[in-house]
């Protein structure tokens, strides 16, 4: 994660339509906004638990983010 902030997790809510809500965890991950689009990365790690070198980015789009919540590393 080279470019994105770093944090222990971040928690999202995202609304689509008028009654759903979901509440969205990623844990040691990184988060910056491009344009309307908030986008989560997080390293990958292999079956024992190491961090590879691949970085998988989760994008949501901002009309649909209506609460995110940070937590320091």
């Known amino acids: 994660m080279q ?3 770093k944090y ?3 928690e999202l809510i995202i609304e689509e339509g ?3 809500k979901d509440l ?3 844990e040691d991950c990184g ?3 491009s344009g309307d ?3 989560i990365v997080e390293d990958v ?3 024992t638990g190491e961090t590879n070198t691949v970085t998988e ?3 949501y789009q901002l009309k649909n983010v209506k609460q995110y919540k940070t937590y320091a590393i």
């Open 31 to 33: 988060m910056f906004i």
């Open 3 to 5: 470019t994105a902030p």
């Open 57 to 59: 980015g989760t994008i």
């Open 37 to 39: 689009n908030l986008i």
């Open 8 to 10: 222990s997790k971040i």
């Open 24 to 26: 969205i965890t990623h």
């Open 18 to 20: 008028v009654i759903s």
């Open 45 to 47: 790690k292999d079956e």
